[in-house]
């Protein structure tokens, strides 16, 4: 369990990381995005003891980071940005290595063998860090986090320079390791994140910018009450029709599809369900409805409008719950 | 520690850096022998011990450059420092993996002594005392550049700043004759490195003298330490 209490870093003037707070319990994954620069690697740093925050706390399974660091630390399974690897040698020797520092109490043998066997590196054992392609060093970086299996994981990109197969297979021993590890991911993939994680920060100028479960966070910024239709008929007469809808706030014909279908971006007010309405209008004036979708934002669109300071309002964990206490009242 | 005293003494074999440093310990050693003891049929290696002075001088940069600024520049010294060891275990670890290829250098000269003592008598006393000499004396030295390289960031520019680091030490005493205040002149002559090495090769063994040359170790592996802890804090 890793708890973070109002974790604040300053280079002189400059806040890298400015009062953040997050609790990760046991078994939850953890996913930290961020566009490059948003303070990801300074607060993964300050919880792994690489630099001392400004205030703050930061503890590893109830162990502050800066008043017993030897002990914080020997939780922590830490994978930075860069895997910090000895490239003359050879990846089962620099596994060994790993091994002795972290004064690995496991079998060493059997250990070693089983981290080399998840993260696929057993086949390179005896090559030269140096001579392997990028993914398998940070496989060998990954490697290296998993030795004397720490019961917390801080994945700094874990997935960089991966190929697509590569990707997915570590994505899955990420889930796995999740169910009995706490793992704090981070990337700016965001379907990584999406397909990983349980709960997402996102953090940006080293603030936390939303916080919320991954489900939430996508939900809350989709919204059923703006469609994206394709109609064939005129154009003109269409867009009329439409704007005749209850409820609708703006019609605005596309660009032609197809010979004689335009597509229609329609908002209504938030809360309104035009897709029936917009059938029977089709249906009335003979024109075919080929297509109707609903303008969801991706995490992606969230992301964006987070980062670039938009702001849109996501409703945490904790007023949700509370709105539902409210309506059941 | 002893995870990372494997890793660096290994490393110095892989990067050739081990073969490079004993190579060129031994033939300037061979050669002081040879000169100092073969030529002027003498077992007195004394002559030997005052030339090695100023060629480890040039030596241990070379074992010390990597120590730290390696680790800094591939990023490496992230693992160390998330990894469950005490600052004071990786300065060590690194400094007693230094220290152990500089007494394998050692044991050269020692062959030459047991070459010698078959053609004549050796005063094993002074001889015994010379190498111990020798021998805090590089690990003082070794310190130095230790710290040197852990301030900076290429392996070049560590060798070169200990090497001025180190020289400037052995010039204390060149230094003094330049300076007429006498309480300046006390301080020097006290911290010269090269006075009190001088006086072991002639048979003057002093205790302060190995207690100077152990805190000169003891203080910049501290300083090292501590150097990681300000960077950790800045």
Redesign the interface.
């Known amino acids: 369990m890793i708890e973070v209490r109002n974790l604040t870093k300053h280079y002189g003037d400059k806040h890298a990381v400015n009062d953040i707070s997050f609790t990760v319990e046991d078994g939850e994954i953890l996913g930290f995005l961020g566009p490059n620069g948003a303070g990801k690697s300074t607060t993964m740093?300050m919880l792994?003891?690489?630099?001392?925050s400004t205030s703050g706390q930061a503890l590893i399974n109830g162990v502050d980071i800066l008043e017993d660091p030897?002990?914080a630390?020997?939780y922590?399974g830490?994978l930075?940005e860069?895997?910090?690897?000895?490239?003359?040698?050879t990846v089962k020797s620099y596994l060994q290595?790993?091994y002795?520092?972290?004064?690995c109490k496991l079998p060493r043998r059997a250990h070693l063998n089983e981290v080399m066997n998840l993260t696929k590196v057993n086949d390179v054992q005896d090559r030269i860090i140096k001579n392997l392609s990028k993914g398998y060093k940070q496989r060998v970086g990954l490697a290296?986090a998993l030795i004397g299996n720490p019961p917390v994981l801080i994945l700094d990109e874990p997935t960089v320079g991966l190929d697509p197969k590569q990707i997915l297979e570590i994505r899955t021993l990420i889930k796995k390791l999740g169910k009995n590890h706490t793992v704090i991911l981070s990337s700016h993939i965001l379907s990584e994140i999406q397909a990983v994680c349980d709960r997402i920060i996102i953090i940006n100028h080293g603030v936390v910018a939303a916080h919320d479960t991954t489900d939430n966070l996508s939900r809350n910024v989709s919204n059923d009450h703006r469609i994206i239709a394709r109609i064939e008929g005129p154009r003109d007469e269409i867009v009329k029709a439409l704007r005749n809808i209850s409820g609708i706030k703006y019609v605005k014909a596309d660009m032609e599809r197809e010979p004689g279908v335009y597509e229609y971006e329609l908002e209504a007010t938030p809360g309104s369900d035009i897709r029936r309405e917009i059938f029977h209008i089709a249906a009335e004036h003979d024109w075919p409805l080929l297509s109707a979708r609903s303008a969801e934002m991706t995490l992606e669109d969230v992301f964006l409008k987070i980062t670039m300071g938009e702001g849109i309002v996501i409703p945490n964990a904790e007023d949700q719950a509370e709105a539902k206490k409210g309506e059941k009242a | 520690m002893?995870?990372?005293f494997?890793?660096e003494f290994?490393?110095y074999f892989?990067?050739s850096i081990a073969y490079i440093f004993l190579a060129v310990f031994w033939i300037f050693s061979g050669y002081f022998f040879f000169a100092g003891c073969l030529v002027s049929a003498t077992t007195d290696m004394s002559r030997m011990f005052q030339s090695m002075f100023l060629i480890i001088i040039f030596l241990i940069p070379i074992l010390t450059m990597r120590l730290f600024s390696e680790e800094k520049k591939?990023?490496?010294?992230?693992?160390?420092?998330?990894?469950?060891?005490?600052l004071g275990e990786i300065v060590f670890g690194k400094y007693f993996a230094a220290l152990a290829l500089y007494t394998i250098a050692l044991l050269m000269p020692f062959v030459y002594a047991l070459i010698l003592s078959g053609f004549g008598v050796v005063e094993w006393g002074m001889i015994f005392a010379n190498f111990l000499a020798l021998f805090l004396l590089g690990a003082a030295f070794i310190a130095v550049g230790e710290l040197v390289s852990a301030l900076t960031e290429n392996q070049i520019a560590a060798a070169v700043l200990s090497f001025i680091a180190l020289m400037t030490l052995y010039m204390i005493d060149v230094i003094n004759n330049y300076i007429s205040v006498k309480p300046i002149n006390t301080v020097l002559e006290k911290l010269s490195f090269y006075r009190k090495y001088y006086a072991i090769t002639c048979g003057l063994f002093n205790v302060s003298t190995i207690v100077f040359y152990v805190s000169v170790a003891v203080v910049f592996n501290y300083l090292t330490i501590r150097v990681f802890e300000r960077r950790?804090?800045s």
């Open positions: 740093n792994t003891g690489y630099i001392s030897i002990k630390k020997s922590i830490y930075p860069i895997p910090p690897l000895y490239v003359d040698m290595y790993v002795d520092l972290k004064k290296q | 002893g995870a990372i494997r890793r290994g490393a892989t990067s591939q990023k490496t010294e992230q693992g160390l420092l998330t990894a469950p060891v005490s950790r804090w």
